[in-house]
């Protein structure tokens, strides 16, 4: 168990459709960041936050949001899906806000099939 | 923008032989260089980083990486393989300033070891 915490492990939802999931940090990291791992595009970098302020942008489609609550835990929003977001999607933490040297926590992913 | 390279999608190895999994960068100045692996259904691992100094760097799991600035490499190895080292292995790359600052990850490498 890497301490990140990702709900729902498996989610099957229909074209059109939205759907959000939950990441917990590991505890102490106030870093958040959400990736899309598909076969076509490998790992892509959507979105980091740290401690509720958004740090840095990736390859987030606009239909695709997130953000960090108080309590640090993190949601990813996807909207009108489409069959190419059938994806798994993983979120990971670390302590610190900029690069550097951070190793970064990931959890075991959200899987999503959009039928 | 940084990229990662890693040129062979399948590496097979027999069962306590030596193996090398390849990963070439390109970032502007001084990369921080890491390695992940994915094992099935899981999320990503951490196994070792590269900062400074000393170009062979040693993780976890008797994995090692040797960083090589002239050929912009940092290939990963072990000395003598397990079965259980089967995964999908990944190489990052972080740069110092602006969006290189986030962590790029190379295609991955699918490493069998064969008993």
């Known amino acids: 168990d890497s301490g990140v915490t990702q709900t729902p492990k498996h989610l099957i939802t229909a074209t059109g459709q939205r759907v959000t999931l939950r990441c917990s940090p590991r505890?102490?990291?106030?870093?958040v960041y959400w990736y899309q791992q598909s076969l076509d595009q490998g790992l892509q970098f959507l979105i980091q936050y740290y401690n509720g302020e958004e740090r840095a942008k990736g390859n987030i489609l606009e239909r695709f949001s997130a953000q960090q609550f108080p309590d640090l835990h993190s949601e990813l929003n996807l909207s009108s899906l489409e069959l190419g977001d059938s994806a798994l999607y993983f979120c990971?933490?670390?302590?610190?806000?900029?690069?550097?040297?951070?190793?970064?926590?990931f959890g075991a992913g959200s899987r999503l099939t959009v039928l | 923008a940084q990229s990662v390279a890693q040129p062979e999608d399948q590496v097979n190895v027999a069962e306590g032989n030596p193996l090398t999994v390849k990963c070439t960068y390109s970032v502007s100045g001084n990369p921080y260089l890491f390695w992940y692996v994915q094992y099935p259904n899981r999320g990503l691992q951490f196994l070792l980083k590269?900062?400074?100094?000393?170009?062979l760097v040693k993780g976890s799991y008797g994995f090692e990486a040797e960083f090589n600035k002239s050929q912009t490499s940092f290939h990963l190895k072990k000395p003598s393989a397990l079965v259980s080292d089967s995964a999908l292995y990944f190489c990052?790359?972080?740069?110092?300033?602006?969006?290189?600052?986030?962590?790029?990850f190379g295609s991955g490498t699918q490493l069998t070891v064969l008993p």
């Open positions: 990052a790359v972080r740069g110092l300033s602006g969006s290189a600052r986030q962590l790029t």
């Open positions: 990971a933490s670390s302590v610190e806000h900029i690069g550097g040297a951070n190793v970064l926590t």
């Open positions: 590269y900062i400074t100094g000393d170009n």
């Open positions: 505890s102490g990291d106030l870093s």
